[in-house]
């Protein structure tokens, strides 16, 4: 039952920043570890940042230094600052959230934004 959607993508020139944003509903946010993830044409989804519920940070190694993931529970939101970008960051990018408890596992998927960075 729970809703993830995304926005702040768009088109930009290398060099700039954009921040999306993911906004939660219907699942008990505060719970939840969030994550992005992106993938572009021909490549796999991978791992952009991660941020647990106890606000514990992983980076994928390409967006260490650059990217910054946050959250705010009150509001139920999740952003990642994007600084300095590069054509390579262009793809489209997907929030998530997961939570698992004993043997149950849920996990919530947005529909995805698109960045497009230009040379």
């Known amino acids: 039952q729970g809703e993830l959607a995304e926005s702040g993508g768009g088109l930009v020139q290398a060099g700039e920043s954009l921040r999306l944003s993911c906004a939660a509903s219907?699942?008990?946010?505060?719970?939840?570890?969030l994550g992005w993830h992106r993938q572009a044409p021909g490549k796999e989804r991978e791992l952009v940042a991660s941020i647990s519920s106890g606000g514990r940070k992983k980076y994928g190694e390409s967006v260490k230094g650059r990217f910054t993931i946050s959250r705010d529970n009150a509001e139920n939101m999740v952003y990642l600052q994007m600084n300095s970008l590069t054509p390579d960051d262009t793809a489209v990018y997907y929030c998530?959230?997961?939570?698992?408890?004993?043997?149950?596992?849920?996990?919530?998927w947005g529909q995805g934004t698109q960045v497009t960075v230009s040379s």
């Open positions: 998530n959230a997961e939570h698992t408890w004993g043997k149950r596992r849920t996990e919530w």
């Open positions: 219907g699942i008990t946010f505060s719970r939840y570890d």
